[in-house]
């Protein structure tokens, strides 16, 4: 079992930024990790995965080139660097594992969970 706390969220105007950081209770080198978000009203959303290496990222149209997703695997911490944020990045951010190597953007694909932190990006 791996268990996630995020945070960091917050309060943010448009143009601003933040930096979410989810701590985990145990990664292993091969453990995939993600973020996702949703907004209210919405379905859950894939922004950012990171392969079990560190090498290899994904993102969302939507957040690429803003958003940048990092592990550091000997302190168990994964970050999601968020720069020129929008009001349509208004969220529930949440940091997601999956017990393989590869990254992917399917929200079924990974078995762990975090509670999420709130992102509010006000105009």
């Known amino acids: 079992q791996v268990h996630l706390v995020e945070s960091g969220g917050g309060l943010v105007q448009a143009g601003g930024s933040l930096t979410l950081s989810c701590a985990a209770s145990r990664f292993g080198i091969s453990s995939a990790i993600g973020w996702f978000r949703q907004a209210p009203g919405k379905g859950r959303e894939f922004v950012a995965g990171?392969?079990?290496?560190?090498?290899?990222?994904l993102y969302a149209d939507s957040v690429k080139g803003r958003f940048t997703i990092s592990r550091d695997n000997m302190k168990n911490t994964v970050h999601l660097q968020l720069n020129t944020l929008k009001p349509e990045d208004t969220a529930v951010y949440y940091c997601a594992a999956r017990q393989t190597y590869a990254s992917s953007g399917v929200l079924r694909d990974y078995d762990y969970w975090g509670q999420g932190t709130q992102v509010t990006v006000s105009s």
């Open positions: 990171l392969n079990g290496g560190g090498g290899s990222t």
